[in-house]
């Protein structure tokens, strides 16, 4: 039992693994980019890692850890990203809808360095 | 030494070479750095799937994070572009 | 708070991680990582908690236990809305930068709501400044402060309000 | 017979991350990819240490999944003019 | 024109000899002797299971020692060149202030990947890892502060008295493995079960030593880096 449901978790974390993968390939900016690179990456490693632990439960605390690292470190990095692509003047994709930064100063100001 | 193993290293390899041959071309170092992160990353890969992992923990610590950041602040007391 | 409460509570959480890192109950590698969690707690804890003991108040470790599992069908939800776009031969995708307002006070709280932000469908923190957020959103369904702070981060912070604040 | 198929979609997924990480038109796009190239490459490292069977070799994977943010931490200040 | 291609059969020529000459050795056997006597004997005589800390540690300790003083070198020559590049008052450079999560958070993972580095160093004996991997993940916990915070720094003062501790504690236990045991780094503790944290003698002690000279050596380091001007 727990040896189907590991062997669940490993594949589903691959395949969306693989998703994001294929979503950094596809989609047309940046942002969009990070969109699917964090989310995807994010819950792939964790179930991948989740899953390889059920497989040998003596494991388990240290894939945990590593799932912590992973849902602590993941969506900083990709925060981090985003604003400093933002600042240092990467263009929105032409067809975006609405871009409500250019009301803030900060973000604005250091575009011309 | 399984036939996946062997692939997978052969596939690994392929890109540490396309990786290296940017790091040299690029005209933005910052290019450069990137790209000779990601030789670095995949070094330690190939190191773990050839069961070396003593060097493969080395190699990925110092390469991951310390070595970017200093070439980073060097090209930022230097300059960018390479003319 | 007072200094000690903070210093037990850092220790307290280095050691639990000391635990899990070795995975053993062993009289030698317990006393190792007690020496260990006490000497970093000594230079860290001013830096890492600022309410100390008060964290372990059990309705507030009881409304972040509730939290957790939230947040995971959350971030599943995410991910199928992720593929569908993928997958998606034309990619429907309408992407634009809103501006919403977040109701909590403290860093952490915002270091929190910004991540789950991240997590969830289709938004992407980009920045904080003061209690405004920029978000950037796969697809745009309203362009208005109170709309958007309603659609996006509302559902969280009623959460979240019980535990960190 | 599982091992190969997992690990085949997970490389697969290396692979295309590298190939935008070469391409990809700005710096922006190219250290995207490269940070989620480190975080498939923890779930590789673990998944293998699985098909070697070896508890320690998970402590690659910690590093891996410590230390490869900061990398990403570095350029992202560099690029908003704040190192 | 002709110059590259030149180049190129000369580097294919050297690929094809290369390629032919490591398809003849095979993987994972040890074909010479000492390498044969490490594997055979190194756990028996030493109780380390990490049979490379032990090579690293205890049969080849005195080159160790002078891989940490080559460092140290490196590291005091940079802050020299340095010195002299120091900004003198506070000059008026426009930087982007840190967000205020990248603030937050760095502050909650400071401790933990201290704890990590200070984890990778002492079970050098019984997993991947080692002194040196060890004090450069306590580095990586500096440069995340540094990276995060513009104010923050670490005083000179305390980084130069730890490396100079640790330096001098490694150099002791050698000295006393001279007294007690006949030889310079000769291990005078018991070996203890293999497996087990306490065993292997005085290989976590070295280790130890050796982590929080890396680890400080390196921080010193990047403050330098950090407070030079262009």
Sequence with gaps: MLNAIGWFLIYFGAFFLFLGALGIMRFPDVFNRLQAGTKCTTLGALSTSIGVGLLHPAWLPKTFIIALFILLTNPISSHALGRASYRSGVKLWEKSVVDKCKEFKECVEEENE | ?83 | MGKLSRFIFTSLVLFILWLFLTSTFRSQEVLIGLIFSLAIALFTYNSFTERGLQNLNPRKVFCAFLYLPYLLWQMIKANFDVAYRVLHPKMPIKPGIVHVKTKMKSDLGKLVVANSITLTPGTLTLDVIDDNMLIHWINVKTDDVEKASEEIPGVFEKCLKEFLE | ?83 | ?230
Excluded: C
């Design chain 4, 1 to 83: 017979m599982s091992w190969v198929i997992a690990i085949a979609i997970i490389v697969l997924g290396v692979v295309l991350t590298l190939i935008r990480a070469m391409l990809g038109p700005t710096a922006a796009d190219r250290m995207v990819a490269v940070d989620s190239m480190t975080t498939i490459t923890t779930a590789l490292l673990v998944l293998l240490a699985l098909y070697f069977k070896r508890y320690i070799y998970l402590d690659i994977a910690l590093v891996y999944a410590v230390l490869a943010f900061v990398a990403t931490l570095a350029v992202a200040r560099y690029m908003e003019g704040g190192l």
């Design chain 2, 1 to 83: 030494m399984s036939s996946l193993i062997l692939v997978v290293s052969a596939i690994l390899v392929i890109f540490m070479i396309v990786g290296a041959v940017v790091t040299i071309h690029a005209r933005d170092l910052l290019v450069a750095i990137i790209a000779s992160a990601i030789v670095d990353l995949v070094l330690a890969v190939l190191f773990y799937i050839l069961q070396a992992p003593d060097v493969a923990i080395t190699q990925a610590s110092i390469m991951g994070g310390l070595t970017t950041a200093i070439f980073l602040v060097v090209i930022k007391k230097t300059e960018r572009y390479e003319q």
């Design chain 5, 1 to 230: 024109m002709i110059k590259k291609a030149f180049a190129l059969l000369l580097v294919i020529i050297i690929g094809i000899f290369l390629s032919a000459t490591f398809a003849r050795i095979p993987f994972g056997e040890p074909k010479t002797v000492v390498g044969k006597y490490y594997l055979d004997h190194g756990v028996k005589d030493l109780g380390g299971v990490n049979i490379v800390t032990s090579i690293v540690v205890l049969y080849r300790g005195f080159d160790t020692l002078g891989e940490v003083t080559v460092l140290f070198l490196a590291a005091t020559g940079l802050g020299m060149v340095l010195a002299g590049l120091r900004e003198k008052d506070e000059k008026k450079r426009k930087k982007t202030p840190p967000s205020l999560i990248m603030r937050t958070e760095t502050k909650l993972l400071f401790p933990m990947t201290i704890l990590f580095g200070a984890y990778i160093f002492i079970h050098g004996h019984l997993t991947p890892g080692g002194g040196f991997p060890g004090g450069v993940v306590i580095a990586s916990a500096f440069l995340l502060m540094f990276l995060s915070h513009k104010k923050w720094e670490a005083k000179e003062k305390y980084t130069k008295v730890t490396e100079a501790l640790a330096g001098m504690t490694y150099v002791v236990i050698g000295l006393i493995g001279l007294y007690v045991a006949g030889s310079f780094l000769e291990n005078f503790l018991p070996k203890g079960v293999p497996g087990n944290l306490f065993s292997a003698g005085i290989i976590p002690l070295i280790y130890t030593a050796i982590g929080f000279k890396v680890g400080s050596e390196l921080t010193g380091l990047l403050q330098n880096l950090r407070e030079t001007t262009e």
